[in-house]
């Protein structure tokens, strides 16, 4: 199916050819129908002669639905655009012209309806319609003059303008079905027996009975739901491809919590955000404009508070969030006013934050150089780094291979991917360097501040990368990727240099008046007032451990680092099984150091237990 959705001013004709084309009254509400004004939405099909099936979506004209209008049009990829020939030009359709082009639609179709009625004024008409429309995407669209009359005689123009539309809609890129989906909801009901149903265009992506969806809504925020039931063209389906008009029954989903504006999409696979940077695509500039404009994208209507940065640039804050993509297209009006303000599209949808004077111009530049649709490389430059799966909600394509690189790759061009678990990040190159260079400075800048730490904590690396680099570290999880490009070494919670000699310091003065009193006699380790007398604490006897001098065993036993080995060579010697007595004797030494070295000995599986209180050498 595709779907058309028409345009033009009021009492021009447009639901009157839509009900000539598809046989469809589509004003369904008593007050249309009573006063011959179409004042909501209508939904219409046929089918055309090459056998696609068309949707139309019919919008009222009249000056004080223009947001009805735009509800209908936002979604539609096609428009067909009515300029009666017996009224001319008009006020409206001046402002659906503009919200034409503020939508970015580039496939029309004109029908100069009434042209039985004022054949002589058609020609006048097109040449007003092309003067309207001249360089915009919709410059060269085709006319066709169409006749209804109203005395039942045959219409004309009906027949070429079903092949017209048949033949633009065959040169339309075809929508992608396996994309994610989002559903901007222009009607919600409920129906007795099986709960709350709502309807909408759907543009990209596949829904299917079961699938699950969240509900974005105005009044409740995101809500877990699912699909029970579909319906296209009055019929039930198993599944729904774009473009269609779609019917969603769904479960878990309260009809007075869902309605007009809010939207269905695909869990997880959309940016929810509540503030844009957007670029000016058509109409008055941001600095000519309110401090508040009313958003109109998709269904939804909202209203912005505006920070312009120049004529063509802006931050806008929604009341509330809503799921977009970087290019998304939308109109811009000031509250109370019944015309288009300004067209716009969103540059970025995490913008950074704006403290320092001066930061509203400079924005303005980095927005200018921006493409419509964002790029993948500005976005990642800009943070450091991103998850795929963040870019492809933002709307970023062509990210299942990691970024090429070659020799020619500008050094501000370059991107690294890592895995981090299941999880994959982009990496810009010179924020990496940067990052590896600051590590490297914080861990140095600790080793000379703290010669007897072990290194600089993990925290504490993380708060340099995170708080104090630029651009900051986005996420902890790449401590370790950035651990790893500046070659440090990472043990019990710590980041160090390796091969960087150890500097006792004050300390060194002690430890080698303990390592001569141990290599005198190796197993006699001292005892606590021996190492007060040293001077040595836990910190300076942890730094000489690390530094090779040492080794610390349970219950505050200090040894020298070949002392396991001397054991192994004595207890050799003692008849085998040996008991604990036996080899304290042989090593001279006292059960507070004997204990706990055997049982380094057990650990390293250089000796073993026999029969519970006796132990012997492995040999191997």
């Not at 009222?60 to 009224?87: C, I, Q, S």
């Not at 080698?512 to 005892?527: I, K, V």
């Amino acid at each position: 199916m595709y779907v058309v959705a028409t345009a033009g001013h009021v009492d021009h004709g447009k639901s009157t050819l839509v009900h000539a084309l598809t046989g469809m009254q589509t004003d369904r509400l008593a007050e249309e129908q009573r006063r011959g004004l179409t004042i909501d939405l209508g939904f219409s099909w046929t089918t055309l002669p090459s056998g696609r099936d068309l949707a139309f979506v019919d919008v009222p004209g009249h000056e004080r639905f223009l947001g009805n209008m735009l509800a209908g049009v936002g979604p539609a990829p096609v428009v067909l655009f009515v300029v009666a020939a017996d009224k001319g030009w008009q006020a409206q359709s001046s402002d659906h012209r503009d919200a034409v082009a503020a939508l970015g639609l580039s496939r029309a179709v004109f029908a100069v309806t009434r042209a039985d009625r004022a054949p002589d004024q058609v020609p006048e008409v097109e040449l007003a319609i092309r003067a309207e429309f001249a360089g915009t995407p919709l410059a060269d669209a085709p006319i066709l003059p169409i006749g209804i009359p109203a005395n039942g005689t045959e219409p004309t123009g009906l027949t070429e303008l079903l092949a017209t539309l048949d033949d633009v809609l065959a040169h339309a890129p075809a929508p992608r079905t396996d994309s994610r989906v989002r559903l901007w909801i222009d009607r919600a009901f409920t129906v007795k027996g099986s709960g709350t149903v709502v309807t909408g265009t759907l543009t990209a992506g596949t829904l299917a009975k079961g699938d699950s969806l969240s509900v974005v809504s105005s009044e409740s925020g995101i809500q877990d739901s699912s699909v029970r039931g579909l319906h296209s063209q009055n019929a039930a389906a198993e599944c729904v491809t774009p473009y269609a008009r779609v019917a969603v029954n769904l479960r878990d989903g309260g009809s007075g919590s869902v309605g007009r504006g809010d939207a269905l999409i695909t869990p997880d696979a959309w940016c929810l955000t509540d503030q844009i940077d957007v670029r000016r695509t058509m109409g008055r500039p941001f600095t000519d404009g309110p401090q508040e404009l009313n958003v109109h994208i998709g269904t939804a209507a909202v209203t912005a508070r505006v920070r312009p940065f120049d004529d063509d640039h802006a931050r806008l804050t929604l009341e509330r969030p809503l799921p977009l993509e970087l290019g998304d297209r939308f109109v811009l009006r000031a509250p109370g006013s019944r015309s288009v303000f300004a067209g716009a599209a969103v540059l970025d949808l995490d913008p950074p934050a704006l403290g320092r004077r001066g930061a509203g111009r400079a924005r303005a530049t980095a927005l200018a150089a921006l493409p419509v649709g964002g790029s993948p490389l500005a976005d990642v430059r800009r943070r450091g780094a991103m998850r795929v799966t963040d870019m492809r909600r933002f709307g970023h394509t062509g990210l299942d291979a990691a970024p090429q690189l070659t020799a020619d790759t500008p050094a501000e061009s370059r991107m690294h991917e890592v895995r981090i678990g299941e999880t994959r990040w982009w990496i810009h190159a010179p924020a990496l360097t940067a990052w590896v260079s600051r590590l490297r400075q914080a861990v140095a800048r600790q080793r000379r501040n703290d010669p007897l730490s072990q290194g600089l904590p993990h925290g504490a690396a993380r708060d340099v990368l995170m708080r104090d680099a630029q651009p900051p570290l986005p996420d902890a999880s790449l401590l370790p990727v950035v651990a790893h490009h500046a070659k440090l070494e990472s043990a019990g919670g710590v980041l160090r240099e390796p091969g960087v000699a150890i500097d006792l310091g004050p300390a060194e003065q002690g430890v080698a008046a303990l390592e001569r009193s141990l290599r005198a006699q190796p197993f006699a380790a001292p005892e606590a007032d021996d190492l007060a007398r040293l001077r040595l604490g836990a910190k300076e006897l942890a730094t000489a451990e690390r530094a090779g001098r040492l080794i610390r065993l349970a219950d505050g036993v200090i040894l020298l680092p070949q002392a396991p080995a001397l054991a192994m060579q004595r207890l050799s010697a003692l008849p085998q099984p040996f008991t604990t007595s036996e080899a304290r004797q042989t090593l001279d030494t006292t059960r507070r150091v004997a204990i706990p070295l055997l049982e380094l000995l057990d650990a390293k599986g250089w000796t073993q237990r026999v029969d519970g209180t006796l132990r012997e050498i492995v040999r191997r």
